[in-house]
């Protein structure tokens, strides 16, 4: 028998995609029944009153959750979320009901062996409910007490040899795409650079102190599986600088219809016989590809790589060898001041451990963010206060076409005394002998 | 319940203290294929909506099963993805960006029974656990927020909304028929802890009241200048307010016409709660993207300025969502994503076709960038 009727909740449970709402009362159900007879160390019914609180937020359309408050634990400025409900008496279960920030695995491949020690972890020690996985990349561990959290943290170092992920002004959480693990498009290997970068800065991403926070997201190629573009202050977005390599046998076989466009992603509608010309050379965004006489030419030193060519025909088209990435810089959600995509700051840059040339562009960055950033302003937000021109000074990069989508359309130029022959220190009376007043 | 100790000891918090070790290596994870093949794959294909194949140059082949999976998940749920994992797949499995499960086989064979097993779970009600699909030119998993079930701003639920859509676009999440791949989003709010700011819909949770002012605690609970500087537009400014009793006490006024109803203020302040039962709900944003391919990165446009928060099932955004997604089905061309749609088409036509209302709400009066999405051309169509 529920503990608490949830009528507008009970509404979630059909239709075909999975219902959370029947999850949770699974897991209710599970830690009532507890067969296994573990000595809970938060309320039983917490998932109960997770229900509970959530149905009351249906009926009034408003959430029941407080703010935070100071938890965390200790030495760790992040990782842990303080969350508390505004109806305690009502809902004891879930009257603390802290997150934990678990630094999720490259690529989110998992071992069943490790997700069952997590999941009793859990079970254990907090609610049995979690996000896999949380919008910036880490493992969510959803609802527990204060006195549990040093306890959690302990066992996650100890026995699993796993720390906590970011919150709050520092480094958040790194996260990367599938990559090389398993896909033939990434032109580096983000997990390889995702784990030496997040280790490598460990300091920053547990303890807060940044303007506000900060994002790493490493994506294998201009695809942008994890969203770098729009969403991580630096963005690592794969790229290679030679020729896309071409398989004219398989170009035939598409040309043939023996192979399907696109991987056979289109295969649920019938769109007619493949048309090279309509579905790729004509698409093509720069028109640096023909198809003549049988043969597919790419002039490959006037193609931007937007990977149009290669998704249609991946058996015949495949990035060219010299890979690197491209670092972007800037994106951001909307708050405050509007949302920003990342703009292009490294065009290339070899991507070799130890990394050290990507480090360096990194800590530089820091160094002007830390700086001259203020309280909660983003990297992007800083760029456009005091303009594109600071962050090549601060960099030492020097300023190139792709950086930009066009030239500025005003003279308004910020000359600088060194930059004009002479300087600014003028005599006016050595003007004055040759113009009156 | 008796507090059982991990060998923590809180008088002594830093003896035998670990830190600063980062995640486990991803080496650790990777199933053998993986690991043997990383870095060697020729093409992928698509065998039908749900199932993948990888082939690398060794030959070897890896098949993927996608599944669905709500982001909001229970540890049981998760031990019988680990006990399908261990039963068909060495006890390896992933989830991908999108909140989806893959399990991985090395050989065809053993796709069907892992198919068989995945669709044959269900919930009580009837719900699949496991609902094979989200590839290739359809509706792929939702990527959203904690909404109500954890968050202290929502304009909305997130996981409720997202159950809600999903069920009305399931046969696009296990189809292929659409033009390219649609890419919905959630935000509960507008801070967007998600980056639906660049997807093919964003569902957003947005606040219409300025914030309420709780006088006689504002001081007690609130930093006031923290308050004053949090707010983007600078509608907050100190105030001497007198209470009914007649004390005077610090707080704050809030410019109404000026707040933008951003909810920063009631982060760094609790005593000025938004949060209104008619006054929140769901702003519909369409045409974005972040993938590079043919066009660049795209933000999402605001389509439908309000939809009210009717939980639980939120008709009138899920019905405005489908009916965008079939106009874009009967009218893109092949590989075209719907903001590339959209801007062919022009926003005119969009509308038009889309049989959405356009109110001046959804000109844009924020600050610059404003003046570059007004029309400043005679091209457009009647």
Known sequence: MAKHKTPLLDQLETGPWPSFVSDIKRQAEFRAKNKDKIEYQIPVDVCEDLLGILELSFKHGRTHWKHGGI???????????????????????????????????????????????LCDLWDFRGSGITNMHGSTGDIILLGTTTPQLEEIFFELTHKYNQDLGGSGSNLRTPSDCVGEARCE??????????????????????????????????????????????????????????????????????????????????????????????????????????????????????????????????????????RGLSILVGAKAPILDGAQMSTMLVPFIKVEE???????????????????????????????????????????????????????????????????????????????????? | MAFVSSGYNPKKPMENRITDIGPRHYEEFYPPVIKKNKGKWLYHEILEPGVLVHVAESGDEVYTVRCGGARLMSVEHIREICEIADKHCGGYMRFTTRNNIEFMVDSKEKVEPLKKDLLSRKQPGGC?????????????????????????????????????????????????????????????????????????????????????????????????????????????KPAKVELANGTKVNSVAVNEPRCMFCGNCYTMCPAMPLADDVGDGIVIMAGGKVSNRISAPKFSKVVVAFFPNEAPRWPQTTECIKKMIETYAADARKYERLGEWAERIGWERFFEKCELEFTHHLIDDFRDPAYFTWRQTTQFKF
């Open chain 2, 128 to 236: 699949y656990k496991f609902p094979v699909g989200g590839t290739g030119a359809g509706v792929t998993n939702i990527v959203h927020t904690q909404g109500w079930i954890h968050c202290h701003t929502p304009a909305t639920d997130a996981s409720g909304p997202v159950k809600a859509t999903m069920d009305v676009l399931f046969d696009d999440f296990t189809s292929m028929r659409l033009p390219a791949q649609v890419r919905v989003s959630l935000a509960c709010c507008l801070n967007m802890c998600g980056a639906v700011h660049c997807s093919d819909i964003a569902i957003l949770g947005y606040h219409r009241k300025p914030p309420m002012l709780d006088h006689e605690y504002l001081d007690k609970m609130c930093e006031i200048p923290l308050a004053i500087a949090a707010c983007p537009t600078a509608a907050i």
């Open chain 1, 354 to 437: 130890p990394y050290d040339e990507i480090k360096e562009v990194i800590e530089k960055i820091w160094d002007w963010w830390m700086e001259e950033g203020k309280n909660r302003e983003r990297l992007g937000e800083l760029m456009k206060r005091q303009g594109f021109q600071r962050l090549l000074e601060a960099t030492g990069l020097d300023p190139d076409p792709r950086m930009v989508q066009e030239p500025r359309t005003n003279p308004y130029i910020f000359w600088k005394a060194d930059e004009v022959e002479g300087g600014f220190d003028r005599d006016v009376n050595e003007y004055r002998k040759h113009h009156q007043r």
């Open chain 1, 71 to 117: 938890v965390g634990v200790f030495g760790y400025g992040g990782g842990v979320i303080g969350r508390y409900c505004d109806q305690p008496e009502m809902f004891p279960g879930v009257a603390h009901f802290h997150t934990m920030r678990v630094n999720q695995p490259g690529g989110k491949f998992y071992t069943t062996e490790y997700l069952k020690t």
């Open chain 1, 185 to 322: 498009w990434s032109c580096y290997d983000t997990q390889a650079l995702c784990f030496n970068l997040t280790n490598e800065y460990q300091d920053e991403l547990h303890r807060p102190a940044f303007p506000y926070k900060f994002k790493f997201k490493f994506d294998g190629c201009p695809n942008c599986c994890v969203a770098s573009i729009a969403r991580a202050d630096i963005s690592f977005i794969g790229t290679w600088k030679d020729n896309i390599r071409v398989d004219h046998e398989a170009v035939a076989a598409y040309v043939g219809g023996e192979l399907a466009p696109n991987g056979g992603a289109h295969a649920g509608r019938d769109w007619g016989p493949f048309d090279i010309m309509k579905e790729v050379v004509n698409l093509c965004p720069t028109e640096c590809m023909a198809y003549k006489d049988g043969k597919l030419l790419i002039n490959n030193r006037e193609c931007t790589r937007c990977m149009h060519c290669i998704a249609v025909m991946p058996r015949a088209l495949r990035i060219g060898n010299d």
